[in-house]
C-alpha cells in the first residue's frame, strides 16, 4: 500500500513527542511552518516555537544563539534557502563556532518542481559537505525519518538534513532498527555491483535492484543516509567485493553524494563507477516525478547504466 | 489607456490569471490578485516600454522581486503580445518557459526572481547604471510586504539614497498577509513608512488598489530630486475576487470549478459596471 505520510509531518510528530519529555528542544520557522507541517508543533508548545518570518540568514543566527545558550533548536526552513541563503551563518555561527544547530531542509531537490531553478535544491550536499563538522543526512522513508530525528535530538552538534515535499514510499518495513549517523544500511546484497542511493533516490535503487534481478544481475543496495561523515568502510568494501559502482542522488552530479563515494573510491580502492544525478544544466521545470523522469533517474535507465558498466 | 479602461483591464487579467491557474492546479493566488493593479498601473499606462522590441535599450524596467506573484506578470505580458497569449495555457506544466516564477528566457522579463529579497538590490544596480550612462529610463521594483524581513532588502534600502536614485521606484504591495498569517503577527513591521523614510526614501502611501491613485503616483515620480521613491501601496490580498480577499490560505490555495465560476461572475459584472462607467464619461 502506498505510503502517504511525507517526512517533514513525521519530523513534526517526533518532536512532538520527545518535546513532552525535553523542553530546551525548539522549533523555528521561516513562514515556513506550513510547508515544514510544524503548525501542529507552534500550536502544542508556543514557548518552544520561534517563527522569524522570511529571513533565513536570521533563523541560522537566531538558533546558534539560543543553542549557545542551552537550547535544542531544529530550524525548519525551504532547503533551497536555508543551504545556500544562510550558507555563512552555518559555517561561521553553526560549525565554527560549534553550536548544536539541526537544519532541516524542506522541499529539497527538485520537490519545487514548477517553480524554477530559485526553488530547487541541488546544490545543497555540495556546499553543506565542504564545512567542518556539520553532519549531513537525508532520510529515505518515514520509518528512517523518525529515527533520525531521535538521533538527532539525542546528537550533540551541527548537522544539515534534507528531505523532500511529497510522501515516499517505504524502504523499511518498520521503524524496528537501528540509525547511526555516519554508519551506511545495506539493504540489499549482491556480488556483481552495489548502487549506493540517498534519500529519495532509495526507492529507486531498489526497484532498479530487481530490475537487474531479473536480468541476472546480482546488485548490492547501500543505504548512504549520511554523506557526511561518509562511511568509507562501505564504500571500500562495495568496492572490494562487488567491482563496480553506480551513485544515484536528487542532486547536482557535481560535487554531491557522487562525488563524495568517488573520492574514496580513487584513493583506496579504483573501480569503474557512474554518477546518475541532475546534470549540470539550467533546471528543467516539471513535477518532481518529470524531472527524475527527464534525467533519468529511474530504476529502468539504472538498468541501462549497469549493464553497460558491466559490459553486459 | 484612460483609468476606467484600466479598471477594466485588471478585471480581465484576474480572470485570465485565475483561469490559468485553476488549469495548471498550481499558482500563488492571493498575491498575484493583489498586486495586480499595480502590474497594470505600469504596464498600460506608465511604463515605456515595446512588446515588440522587448530590448528597446530606452525601455523602463521593472523587476518582481516578489516573484512569486508571477501570474498576473504572465496574463499581462500575454495579453500585451510578448509572447502567444496560447502559451499561458502551458503555465507550470513540464518543459515550459512560464514557470512558478519570473523567467528572463521569456521576452519581456528582465531579471530571474523567486527567492525574496534580491529584487531591490538588482533595482539599485540597474538605476545606478542609468545614472553612469545618462540615461532617463526608470527602474520600478516591487516587493512583498512579508518580504520586508529579508536584511538584504534593508542593505539595497541604504544604498538607493546614497547613490541619490531617483529614478528608482520601489513599491511594497502592503497586503498585510503572508503565509502563516498576519504580518504583524509573524515578524512585525510597522512603523514600516517611517523606516523607508529614516533610511532617506521619499515615502509615499497610497491606496494600491485605485487606479487613479495608482497612476496619479506613478507618473508623479520622482517627485523629489535625488531621492528614490518607495510607494507603500496597501492592498488587499485576493483583491476582486470575495470569498479570497484578505484570506492568507488563498496565498496558494488553488480555486476549484465552483470558485473559479463565482470568481469570474464577479469580476465579469465588475467590468461590466467598467464599461458603463466609461459610457456615462
Ligand atoms: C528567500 C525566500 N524565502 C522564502 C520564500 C517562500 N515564500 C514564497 S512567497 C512567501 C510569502 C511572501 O509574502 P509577502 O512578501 O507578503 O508576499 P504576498 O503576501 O504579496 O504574496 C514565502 C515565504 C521565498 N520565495 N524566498
Same mark, same amino acid.
Not at chain 1, 544525478?277 to 539550467?282: A, N
Not at chain 2, 490580498?237 to 470568481?263: C, D, R, Y
Given at each position: 500500500m502506498a505510503n502517504t505520510i511525507p517526512n517533514r509531518q513525521v519530523i513534526c510528530d517526533t518532536l512532538l513527542e520527545l518535546a513532552k519529555e525535553d523542553r530546551d528542544i525548539m522549533v523555528l520557522a521561516s513562514d515556513s511552518r506550513g510547508s515544514a507541517a510544524m503548525a501542529p508543533f507552534a500550536k502544542a508548545y508556543p514557548e518552544q516555537f520561534v517563527e522569524?518570518? =522570511?529571513?533565513?540568514?536570521? =533563523?541560522?543566527? =537566531?538558533?546558534?544563539?539560543?543553542?549557545?545558550?542551552?537550547?535544542?533548536?531544529?530550524?525548519?526552513?525551504?532547503?533551497?534557502f536555508l543551504s545556500m541563503r544562510s550558507i555563512e551563518q552555518i559555517k561561521v555561527d553553526v560549525a565554527y563556532s560549534a553550536t548544536n544547530v539541526k537544519l532541516v531542509g524542506i522541499s529539497g531537490g527538485v520537490s519545487y518542481g514548477a517553480l524554477g531553478m530559485s526553488h530547487h535544491s541541488v546544490q545543497d550536499l555540495a556546499v553543506s559537505r565542504a564545512i567542518p563538522g556539520l553532519a549531513v543526512i537525508l532520510p529515505a522513508d518515514r520509518h528512517e525519518t523518525k529515527r533520525m530525528t531521535e538521533a538527532l535530538v539525542k546528537h550533540e552538534g551541527g548537522a544539515y538534513i534534507r528531505i523532500g515535499r511529497n510522501p515516499v514510499e517505504d524502504v523499511y518495513e518498520n521503524d524496528d532498527y537501528e540509525f547511526v549517523i555516519g554508519k551506511a544500511v545495506t539493504l540489499r546484497e549482491g556480488g556483481d555491483l552495489t548502487i549506493i542511493a540517498a534519500g529519495e533516490t532509495v526507492r529507486v535503487a531498489l526497484d532498479a535492484h530487481d530490475a537487474l534481478k531479473e536480468a541476472g544481475v546480482s546488485c548490492r543496495v547501500i543505504n548512504m543516509h549520511t554523506i557526511k561523515p561518509l562511511d568509507e568502510e562501505a564504500v571500500i568494501r562495495a568496492a572490494a567485493e562487488t567491482g563496480h559502482i553506480i551513485t544515484v542522488e536528487e542532486h547536482s552530479i557535481h560535487g554531491g553524494l557522487g562525488a563524495a563515494v568517488a573520492e574514496v573510491v580513487v584513493q583506496h580502492k579504483p573501480v569503474p563507477m557512474r554518477i546518475?544525478?541532475?546534470?549540470?544544466?539550467?533546471? =528543467?521545470?516539471?513535477?518532481s516525478a518529470e524531472v527524475f523522469d527527464h534525467y533519468g533517474i529511474s530504476a529502468g535507465n539504472i538498468k541501462k547504466i549497469a549493464l553497460d558498466l558491466l559490459g553486459r | 489607456m484612460e483609468t476606467t479602461a484600466l479598471k477594466a483591464k485588471a478585471a480581465q487579467i484576474r480572470m485570465d490569471l485565475l483561469k490559468m491557474i485553476h488549469g495548471a492546479k498550481t499558482g500563488h493566488t492571493g498575491g498575484s490578485l493583489s498586486n495586480t493593479d499595480i502590474l497594470t498601473a505600469l504596464y498600460y499606462r506608465v511604463m515605456?516600454?515595446?512588446?515588440?522590441?522587448?530590448? !528597446?535599450? *530606452?525601455?523602463?524596467?521593472?523587476?518582481?522581486?516578489?516573484?512569486?506573484?508571477?501570474?498576473?506578470? !504572465?496574463?499581462?505580458?500575454?495579453?500585451?503580445?510578448?509572447?502567444?497569449?496560447e502559451e499561458l495555457k502551458t503555465f507550470s506544466q513540464f518543459g515550459t518557459r512560464l514557470i512558478g516564477h519570473p523567467n528572463n528566457k521569456v521576452p519581456g522579463i528582465e531579471m530571474n526572481t523567486?527567492?525574496?529579497?534580491? *529584487?531591490?538590490?538588482?533595482?539599485?544596480?540597474?538605476?545606478?547604471?542609468?545614472?553612469?550612462?545618462?540615461?532617463? &529610463?526608470?527602474?520600478?521594483c516591487l516587493m512583498g510586504d512579508g518580504?520586508?524581513?529579508?536584511?538584504?532588502?534593508?542593505?539595497?534600502?541604504?544604498?538607493?539614497?546614497? &547613490?541619490?536614485?531617483?529614478?528608482l521606484v520601489a513599491i511594497i504591495d502592503r497586503n498585510r498577509l503572508q503565509i502563516s498569517g498576519s504580518t504583524e503577527e509573524v515578524m512585525g513591521l510597522e512603523p514600516l513608512e517611517e523606516k523607508w523614510a529614516a533610511f532617506g526614501w521619499h515615502v509615499?502611501?497610497?491606496?494600491?488598489?485605485?487606479?487613479?491613485?495608482?497612476?496619479?503616483?506613478?507618473?508623479?515620480?520622482?517627485?523629489?530630486?535625488?531621492?528614490p521613491t518607495l510607494v507603500?501601496?496597501?492592498?488587499?490580498?485576493?483583491?476582486?475576487?470575495?470569498?479570497?480577499?484578505?484570506?492568507?490560505? !488563498?496565498?496558494?490555495?488553488?480555486?476549484?470549478?465552483?470558485?473559479?465560476?463565482?470568481?469570474?461572475?464577479?469580476?465579469?459584472?465588475a467590468i461590466e459596471s467598467y464599461e458603463q462607467e466609461g459610457l456615462v464619461r
Open positions: 522569524v518570518g =522570511i529571513a533565513e540568514q536570521n =533563523i541560522v543566527g =537566531i538558533s546558534a544563539g539560543l543553542a549557545h545558550s542551552g537550547k535544542k533548536p531544529f530550524v525548519t526552513s525551504p532547503a533551497c546518475l544525478g541532475i546534470p549540470d544544466e539550467p533546471a =528543467i521545470a516539471g513535477k | 515605456k516600454i515595446d512588446p515588440a522590441n522587448p530590448k !528597446w535599450d *530606452g525601455r523602463d524596467r521593472f523587476i518582481a522581486s516578489k516573484g512569486h506573484s508571477v501570474e498576473s506578470l !504572465w496574463c499581462i505580458l500575454g495579453d500585451l503580445g510578448f509572447f502567444p497569449k523567486g527567492a525574496l529579497g534580491h *529584487g531591490l538590490a538588482i533595482g539599485v544596480g540597474m538605476a545606478l547604471a542609468a545614472k553612469r550612462d545618462g540615461r532617463d &529610463y526608470r527602474v520600478f518580504e520586508q524581513a529579508e536584511g538584504s532588502v534593508w542593505e539595497a534600502a541604504m544604498a538607493g539614497p546614497h &547613490y541619490k536614485l531617483d529614478n509615499v502611501s497610497i491606496d494600491g488598489n485605485d487606479m487613479e491613485q495608482l497612476v496619479r503616483t506613478f507618473e508623479a515620480a520622482p517627485s523629489i530630486p535625488g531621492k507603500m501601496a496597501n492592498t488587499v490580498k485576493g483583491k476582486g475576487v470575495s470569498f479570497a480577499e484578505n484570506v492568507a490560505h !488563498w496565498h496558494h490555495h488553488v480555486p476549484n470549478e465552483e470558485q473559479l465560476a463565482l470568481a469570474l461572475a464577479e469580476l465579469s459584472a
